[in-house]
């Protein structure tokens, strides 16, 4: 079964260092989203993306958030200067064209900032 | 007032038991509604998604949404072990998950 995949699955960096978060979407997706879920807290929205261009993003989503679809298969978030707030995992989804509010999550990335 | 409220538990039952999560919600834009499973350590399942008033069933699993209240619910019945798991409202105001809102989750323990 087809499933999104997620490098690397822990990211240790510390405050002020910039990475790179990883996905692989399900190959024939379209849309392609990120959320964060900081130790304790509820799943939020960060960014959406389809066309080569971001969708809606949220506040958190500020301007040290990027998002990059780099070639046909993969699709990035990056973060160009970590704070120690940004310590969360990290989730990529993706979802198809038809079916509209079925969003595949992937395993995330546990980012810690130190 | 928080756009999706969900108590997050924890909540135990024995297994076979019925099993009633819930979440409550103030926008009243929200036309889609969301039920996902996350186990530990994973990323979050979809589970059931419909859209607007009524019911869908799924196997062992309804989900019920009453626009008129802002009151949304799973239903998972003859509970197994295996259902232990956080599980997470999700609602959006337009078709194709942008900008989804998710619940706080509410965590389940399922007893052999």
Known sequence: EPEVTQTPSHQVTQMGQ????????????????????????????????????????????????????????????????????????????????????????????????? | ?????????????????????????????????MWYRQYSRKGPELLMYTYSSGNKEDGRFTAQVDKSSKYISLFIRDSQPSDSATYLCAMSPWAGGFKTIFGAGTRLFVKA
């Open chain 1, 18 to 114: 910039e990475v790179i978060l990883r996905c692989v979407p399900i190959s024939n997706h379209l849309y392609f989203y990120w959320y964060r879920q900081i130790l304790g807290q509820k799943v939020e929205f960060l960014v959406s993306f389809y066309n080569n261009e971001i969708s809606e993003k949220s506040e958190i989503f500020d301007d040290q958030f990027s998002v990059e679809r780099p070639d046909g298969s993969n699709f990035t978030l990056k973060i160009r200067s970590t704070k120690l707030e940004d310590s969360a995992m990290y989730f990529c989804a993706s979802r198809g064209q038809i079916s509209y509010n079925e969003q595949f999550f992937g395993p995330g990335t546990r980012l810690t900032v130190l």
């Open chain 2, 1 to 33: 007032q928080k756009e999706v409220e969900q108590d997050p538990g924890p909540l135990s039952v024995p297994e076979g038991a019925i099993v009633s999560l819930n979440c409550t919600y103030s926008n009243s834009a929200f036309q889609y509604f």
